[in-house]
C-alpha cells in the first residue's frame, strides 16, 4: 500500500516535471539581438546601473552599435505583458522539491515587469534620434508608475528634438494626472518650439480653469514665446473673468517688453467695464492673428495694417501716463511717418497733454500764492 502511495506520488511529481518543463519551454522569450554574446536585454539592464559607469559605457556602446536594428526589440519591451502563468507556474515551483525558485524565474525570465520596461526605455535613451520610430511607445512610457521607466522615457523624447511634438499634443487631450504633468514638462523643454501645441494647451485650461493641471498648462503655455500670442489672446478676451485673467498673465510672460500695459490691463479690464469691448478687440487686432507676429505695439504701429497700427496706438494710450516710456513713444511717434492712426496718435497726445497740466496746476498755483 505504502509503495502504490509513493509510486503515485512519483507518478504525480514526474508529471509536473514534464508541464513545468513545457511551461519553461514555452516561456522562452526573445531576449533581443545578441552583442558579443549577450541578448540585448541583458545590455539595456545594465544602462540602469548608475553606480558602475564602465558597465553603463559598454551598454551604451553595445546599444549603439545595434542601431536602429535594435528598435523593434526595444519597443516590444515596452508592451511586454504579465504572462498569466506567471503566478501559477511560481506557486507549483513552491511545493516541489528539489526546483528553486530562482532558477524558474531565470530560465523563464519571469523577473518583475518594471526592469524589462526601464531597460527598454533606457535602451531607447541610449539610441537618440534613431529611436524616433518608437515615439508613440516612449509618450505612453511617461504615464508609467515606475520612476525608473519614466525618467528613461522623459530623457529619451527630450534626445528628440521636436520630432516628439505632434505625438504630444495629440495625446495632451486623452492623458491624465502625471502623465500629462510629464508632457507639460517635455513642452517646457521644447520652449518655442512647442507653439504648435498652444491651441490644446489652452482647452485644457478652459476645461479646468484655476485647478494644478490648468496652471502647469500655463506654464508650460508661457515658454512659447510669439508663436503662442495668438492663443493667449483666445483666453485674455474670454467671456470668463477668470479665463481672462490667466490671459493677460500669460501674455505679460510671452511679451514682458509691454509689462506696463498688462499691469494696467489687469488692474482695469474687468466685466463690465466702458472701455473693455474696445481694449480686448485692440488686443485681437494687434496680437490675435497668427500670421502678424509683431513682438511689440511700435512695430504693430510702424510696420503693421492700418487696423493693427490704430488698435496698438490705442493700446499704449491705455497705458500711457505723463513721462512713462508709452508717452514717450508716443511722443515720438507725432516725427515718424506713418501709414494710418494719425488722428488716434494726435487724440492720445492730447490726453497726455491734458494730463500733464492737470498735474502741474497744483504746483503752479502754490507758488502763485506765495
Known amino acids: 500500500m505504502l509503495s502504490m502511495t509513493k509510486r503515485r506520488l ?14 519553461i519551454v514555452i516561456a522562452q522569450r526573445d531576449r533581443g539581438p545578441l552583442v558579443d554574446g549577450r541578448p540585448l536585454e541583458d545590455w539595456v539592464q545594465d544602462l540602469l546601473v548608475t553606480a558602475d559607469p564602465a558597465r553603463r559605457d559598454a551598454a551604451q556602446e553595445a546599444v549603439a552599435g545595434l ?3 535594435a528598435v523593434p ?3 516590444r519591451t515596452l508592451r511586454f505583458t504579465d504572462p498569466v502563468w506567471k503566478r501559477p507556474l511560481i506557486s507549483v515551483v513552491d511545493t516541489v522539491p528539489l526546483l528553486e525558485r530562482e532558477d524558474i524565474q531565470r530560465w523563464a525570465n519571469t523577473y518583475e515587469l518594471s526592469e524589462i520596461r526601464a531597460g527598454g526605455v533606457a535602451g531607447l535613451a541610449a539610441l537618440g534620434q534613431a529611436a524616433t520610430p518608437a515615439i508613440p511607445d516612449l509618450v505612453t512610457a511617461l504615464g508609467d508608475p515606475e520612476h525608473l521607466v519614466y525618467n528613461n522615457a522623459l530623457a529619451a523624447l ?8 505632434g505625438e504630444i499634443t495629440n495625446r495632451l487631450g486623452q492623458a491624465q494626472g502625471d502623465h500629462r504633468a510629464r508632457m507639460f514638462h517635455l513642452l517646457r523643454y521644447m520652449k518655442r518650439d512647442a507653439a504648435p501645441a498652444a491651441p490644446a494647451l489652452l482647452e485644457i485650461i478652459r476645461a479646468k480653469p484655476g485647478s494644478n493641471e490648468a496652471n502647469a498648462a500655463v506654464d508650460a503655455f508661457s515658454t512659447m514665446g510669439i508663436g503662442a500670442v495668438p ?3 483666445q483666453l485674455a478676451v474670454d467671456d470668463s473673468y477668470t479665463i481672462r485673467a490667466v490671459g493677460l498673465e500669460a501674455l505679460s510672460r510671452l511679451l514682458p517688453v509691454e509689462h506696463l500695459l498688462w499691469e494696467e490691463l489687469k488692474a482695469t479690464v474687468q466685466l ?14 494687434v496680437w490675435g492673428n497668427p500670421l502678424e507676429p509683431y513682438p511689440t505695439l511700435s512695430a504693430a504701429i510702424l510696420r503693421g495694417t492700418p487696423r493693427s497700427c490704430e488698435a496698438a496706438i490705442f493700446l499704449m494710450s491705455e497705458a500711457a501716463r505723463p513721462g512713462n516710456p508709452y508717452a514717450r513713444k508716443l511722443q515720438k511717434l507725432r516725427a515718424r511717418p506713418l501709414n494710418s492712426g494719425r488722428e488716434k496718435l494726435e487724440a ?5 497733454e491734458g494730463e500733464a497740466s492737470a498735474s502741474e496746476k497744483p504746483a503752479g498755483a502754490k507758488s502763485t500764492s506765495r
Open 67 to 69: 542601431g536602429t536594428n
Open 10 to 23: 512519483l507518478t504525480i511529481s514526474l508529471g509536473l516535471l514534464v508541464v513545468i518543463g513545457l511551461f
Open 272 to 285: 463690465g467695464n466702458d472701455r473693455e469691448k474696445e481694449i480686448l478687440e485692440a488686443l485681437e487686432a
Open 348 to 352: 492720445a497726445l492730447k490726453k497726455l
Open 231 to 233: 492663443t493667449a489672446v
Open 158 to 165: 527630450r534626445s528628440m528634438g521636436t520630432a516628439p511634438l
Open 73 to 75: 526589440w526595444l519597443r
